[in-house]
């Protein structure tokens, strides 16, 4: 009975820890920005979907939902801060939406099978981050008014950028099944 409890508390611990590394990893990815036309890109939708792959739907939902809590509890976590603020106040502003797209893309990237070939992959990644854009979109129309043109602001700027990161991760796909075999949480 002593070796179970071990192994769940063994089990919990691998958890967290994974979840804080993930969770610094999607701090890194908001506060690095790369020159890209026409806007400069982070690579915060890439890793949501890159921990997806290599968490699952559980893990890396728990993982994204911590960054979140993180940033909402004030820890200059996401892109942007603190130069334009922190906390709840920063997380209720302009973003939001997008930032709950997050918590469905990486549940839905956790949740597919990436083993049908490379049009099907390229698909569900597709999939998976238009929910970034669709909550970021509807957020973004309900907090600045939907006369405005909401998707040449808050999508258009982006698409490029996205597609080289959906490109870019579905060739490290098959190594990050791989890496996912790895850190198998059993």
């Given at each position: ?51 997806g792959i290599i968490l699952g739907s559980k893990i890396g ?22 130069e334009k603020g922190i906390g709840i106040i920063y997380f ?95």
């Amino acid at each position: 009975m002593e070796a179970i409890k071990n192994i769940q508390i063994n089990k919990i611990a691998k958890i967290i820890l994974i979840a804080i590394l993930g969770t610094l990893l999607l701090t890194i990815s908001a506060k690095i920005k790369i020159p890209f036309y026409p806007v400069p890109m982070t690579m915060q939708t890439f890793i949501v979907l890159f921990l997806g792959i290599i968490l699952g739907s559980k893990i890396g939902l728990l993982t994204v939902s911590l960054y979140l809590f993180e940033g909402i509890f004030g820890l200059p976590v996401f892109a942007g801060t603190p130069e334009k603020g922190i906390g709840i106040i920063y997380f209720t502003g302009p973003t939001m939406g997008y930032l709950i797209g997050f918590l469905v893309a990486v549940y839905l990237s956790g949740l597919f099978k990436f083993n049908k070939g490379i049009i099907n992959t390229f698909l569900k990644l597709i999939f998976s981050v238009s929910f970034i854009y669709i909550f970021g979109l509807i957020w973004l129309g309900l907090l600045i008014g939907w006369d405005k043109p909401i998707f040449k602001l808050g999508a258009q700027p982006f698409l490029l950028a996205e597609l080289f990161k959906i490109l870019l991760l579905l060739f490290l796909t098959p190594t990050l099944l791989k890496v996912k075999k790895l850190i198998k949480i059993t």
